[in-house]
């Protein structure tokens, strides 16, 4: 079932994967992002029927992926690990027991507009439902952003329920992925937060870096490195392959305008569930300036279940990846549970 905008697309997108990193603006990058499954394995030369028949086409929750992205993949591999992160196959229909829509308790989590609390002096905001890719193991793939993040007209609201708190002492802006709101609008809400007293950290949980790495671009760095608070980004990588030099490079800048980086990683089935792999990873983040930071055993959310990895397997990769890195470049084997007041380490 390949289209003809799936044939143009093939020759249009050589070009993309030249280029994007050649001074495109990061907003027409993401306009020409792949949002066709079709589309995607013609890219990569699988169109044969045994490869389309296996494709998903959900109503929700749809298939959309950089090229930028795409060009890491290898090509005529089925198998590539940034491939299956994002491309919508039919085992996310299988109906599994204890996934469900929203595994970590964000819902019950919300105190006000926009605003989540789970752990002691740290506060979430849910600033967009916006990405720039959809992964398909999204702990968040289900959630009702048109309901709960900050409304425009109620920001003040939002801004006050920090305001009067002060043993928060840490916003987290998340989503969605906060790099996704121009910057016109993020850095008034930036500016705004830091202006609170008591808060003392601003983190920034973003994939932007490793899937739009033009995003990172001289006008978001001005405004960044302005702001008069200690910043923490969490990118959030799952693959040395993730990051090429592009990548690396805007992780660099992001570095030199003053933010700590670390990393997220989400142990995967078939992706990246070896020690070869995970240590690929740690070192690639080093060179980046980036610190392993936590590896997830997976969030049961409904149509991910094909990714779980087993947790004996998950607890003696880490053993074994403790036997070849050093301590820096370990991640911390983590898991979230619905209630609980912080992650809890899986020994």
Request: hydrophobic residues 40%.
């Given at each position: 079932m390949?289209?003809?905008?799936?044939l143009?697309?093939?020759?249009?997108?050589?070009?993309?994967?030249?280029?994007?990193?050649?001074?495109?603006?990061?907003?027409?990058?993401?306009a020409?992002?792949?949002?066709?499954?079709?589309?995607l394995?013609?890219?990569?030369?699988?169109s044969?029927?045994?490869?389309?028949k296996?494709?998903?086409?959900?109503?929700n929750?749809?298939?959309?992926?950089?090229h930028s992205?795409?060009?890491?993949?290898?090509?005529?591999d089925w198998?590539?690990?940034?491939?299956?992160?994002?491309?919508?196959?039919?085992?996310?229909k299988?109906?599994?027991?204890?996934?469900v829509a929203?595994?970590?308790?964000?819902?019950?989590?919300?105190?006000?507009?926009?605003?989540?609390?789970?752990?002691?002096?740290?506060?979430?905001?849910?600033?967009?439902g916006?990405?720039?890719?959809?992964?398909?193991?999204?702990?968040?793939?289900?959630?009702?952003?048109?309901?709960?993040?900050?409304?425009?007209?109620?920001w003040?609201?939002?801004?006050?329920?920090?305001?009067?708190?002060?043993?928060?002492?840490?916003?987290?802006?998340?989503?969605?992925?906060?790099?996704?709101?121009?910057?016109?609008?993020?850095?008034?809400?930036?500016?705004?937060?830091?202006?609170?007293?008591?808060?003392?950290?601003?983190?920034?949980?973003?994939?932007?870096?490793?899937?739009?790495?033009?995003?990172?671009?001289e006008?978001?760095?001005?405004?960044?490195?302005?702001l008069?608070?200690?910043?923490?980004?969490?990118?959030?990588?799952?693959?040395?392959?993730?990051l090429?030099?592009?990548?690396?490079?805007?992780?660099?800048?992001?570095?030199?305008?003053?933010?700590?980086?670390l990393?997220?990683s989400?142990?995967?089935?078939?992706?990246?569930?070896?020690?070869?792999?995970?240590?690929?990873?740690?070192?690639?983040?080093?060179?980046?300036?980036?610190?392993?930071?936590?590896?997830?055993?997976l969030?049961?959310?409904?149509?991910?279940?094909?990714?779980?990895?087993?947790?004996?397997?998950?607890?003696?990769?880490?053993?074994d990846?403790?036997?070849?890195?050093?301590?820096?470049?370990?991640?911390?084997?983590?898991?979230?549970?619905?209630?609980?007041?912080?992650?809890?380490?899986?020994?």
């Amino acid at each position: 079932m390949i289209t003809a905008k799936a044939l143009k697309v093939k020759d249009e997108s050589q070009d993309n994967l030249h280029t994007y990193s050649n001074g495109i603006s990061w907003q027409r990058a993401l306009a020409n992002a792949v949002r066709d499954p079709y589309e995607l394995l013609q890219c990569l030369g699988l169109s044969d029927d045994k490869y389309e028949k296996q494709l998903y086409l959900p109503d929700n929750f749809k298939l959309l992926v950089p090229h930028s992205y795409i060009a890491k993949m290898k090509k005529g591999d089925w198998n590539d690990p940034l491939l299956k992160q994002v491309l919508p196959i039919q085992d996310e229909k299988k109906s599994v027991a204890g996934f469900v829509a929203d595994p970590v308790g964000d819902l019950n989590a919300v105190i006000s507009s926009g605003v989540l609390q789970k752990y002691q002096g740290r506060v979430l905001l849910i600033t967009t439902g916006a990405c720039a890719v959809h992964c398909r193991y999204c702990f968040r793939r289900h959630f009702p952003y048109a309901s709960s993040m900050p409304d425009k007209d109620k920001w003040q609201e939002t801004l006050a329920s920090i305001q009067n708190d002060k043993s928060i002492h840490e916003v987290i802006l998340s989503g969605g992925d906060p790099l996704m709101i121009p910057d016109d609008r993020l850095q008034a809400m930036c500016e705004d937060i830091v202006k609170i007293p008591h808060i003392k950290t601003l983190r920034v949980h973003t994939r932007i870096p490793v899937f739009l790495p033009e995003r990172i671009n001289e006008t978001f760095l001005a405004w960044a490195t302005a702001l008069p608070i200690q910043k923490v980004m969490v990118i959030h990588a799952n693959h040395a392959n993730e990051l090429d030099q592009v990548v690396g490079e805007s992780l660099a800048k992001l570095h030199e305008a003053d933010f700590t980086l670390l990393n997220q990683s989400v142990l995967l089935k078939g992706i990246n569930d070896s020690v070869e792999s995970l240590s690929a990873l740690s070192h690639r983040l080093f060179s980046s300036k980036v610190l392993p930071y936590y590896l997830h055993q997976l969030d049961k959310v409904e149509g991910a279940a094909h990714f779980e990895v087993d947790r004996e397997k998950a607890i003696k990769l880490l053993k074994d990846l403790k036997k070849c890195l050093p301590g820096y470049l370990t991640p911390r084997l983590v898991e979230e549970i619905s209630g609980e007041r912080s992650k809890l380490a899986i020994e």
